[in-house]
């Protein structure tokens, strides 16, 4: 059994948005059109709270982009994004919701930052996704949205852990850094992930 995993096509990550990721909104028509491939679709959303650490505005002098340690863990310093009940944590209004049956929310505790849509970056809390995909009888997961080197690879690494056969569809995804995304899909094939392209899936 397949499942599609639509990770954060949020407003702030779309063109305009606060951390916008390039080309972010092409992908949207892609997605939609994907999703009639699929029996489950689950949507992932960032969803911080204002005082959220990874916020460069909650740490007195860093600016975006910052690197710094919290908690013993590496973290980039990002804009403010994503808050909770806010327009720009809101799905794009261009994607397709009707067939998502169930959304994961990721970035809720203040303390850590949450990339994947499985656990948070220090692997302390799983988000029950992993054993909800389980329970629906899903062996293969495939990956889209955004971003190519945060979200979505960081998910793809977590479902590959967790035993799943894993989908990583390239022309779905964009990347906050270009670079990144090479670095991203390399690793990936090297655990065992399959890079596909959507018309591998449409035709
Ligand atoms: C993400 C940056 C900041 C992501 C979340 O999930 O891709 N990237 N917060
Ligand atoms: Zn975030």
Redesign the pocket.
């Known amino acids: 059994m397949r499942a599609l995993l639509i990770?954060?096509i949020q407003n702030d990550?779309l063109p305009g948005g606060s951390?916008a990721v390039p080309e972010g909104d092409v992908i949207i028509p892609i997605v939609n059109r994907l999703q009639e491939q699929f029996d489950l679709v689950v949507a992932?959303q960032?969803w911080h709270p204002p005082q959220h650490k990874?916020f460069a505005s909650n740490h007195a002098g860093k600016k975006p982009l910052e690197v710094i340690y919290l908690n013993g863990l590496e973290q980039?310093l990002?804009p403010d994004?994503?808050i909770q009940g806010t327009k720009g944590a809101e799905f794009s209004g261009k994607l397709d919701q009707n067939r998502i049956e169930v959304i994961f929310r990721?970035?809720t505790d203040p303390e850590i930052?949450?990339?994947s849509g499985f656990y948070d970056n220090g692997h302390l809390k799983s988000t029950g996704m992993a054993d909800y995909l389980r329970g629906k009888g899903v062996t293969d997961v495939y990956l889209v949205g955004?971003?190519a080197?945060?979200?979505?690879y960081?998910s793809a690494k977590d479902a590959l852990a967790e035993g799943f056969e894993v989908y990583y569809i390239e022309d779905a995804t964009r990347a906050?850094n270009a670079e990144g995304f090479v670095k991203a899909k390399a690793d990936l094939l090297q655990r065992g992930c399959h890079i596909i392209r959507s018309t591998d899936l449409l035709r």
């Open positions: 990770a954060d990550f951390l992932i960032d990874s980039v990002w994004h994503c990721k970035g930052d949450s990339y955004l971003a080197d945060y979200c979505v960081f906050i």
